[in-house]
């Protein structure tokens, strides 16, 4: 019986040390310490075939800071209207949205089934 006791013991402290070396939370990240003064931060993110939101809003003549992420699949992102095109490769960009008006956002990398209807709006105010 001690056996069985000091294997399932031993078992249990293995499985400890191997989770807490590998599932560690990573230390989250302050991304507005990040930002210059009078910067905002839009932050955009894609998943299979759609976007985290129908619409985004941001303000005219407010100096942006874009993140873009995949969640899952290989995405990309273009703003039309403006120069923005963003992937994996390139996640982030400033731009100052000086005109307002809506803006048609959509997957700039060939994903799949769903690519076609993988819109968005991006509306200036």
Do not use: R
């Amino acid at each position: 019986m001690k056996w069985i006791l000091s294997t399932l013991i031993t078992i249990a402290c293995a499985m400890g040390v191997y989770l807490m070396a590998t599932s560690l939370p990573e230390k989250p990240v302050d991304e507005a310490s990040e930002l210059a003064e009078g910067q905002e931060l839009l932050k955009i993110t894609a998943s299979n075939f759609e976007f985290d939101e129908k619409e985004y809003h941001v303000k005219a003549g407010t100096n942006y800071k874009v993140k873009f992420a995949n969640k899952l699949g290989n995405h990309g992102l273009e703003i039309v209207g403006t120069d923005v095109e963003l992937s994996k490769d390139a996640p982030e960009t400033e731009i100052t949205f000086d005109k307002p008006g809506t803006y048609e956002m959509h997957c700039s990398i060939m994903c799949g089934q769903g690519h076609a209807t993988m819109k968005s709006t991006l509306i200036v105010e």
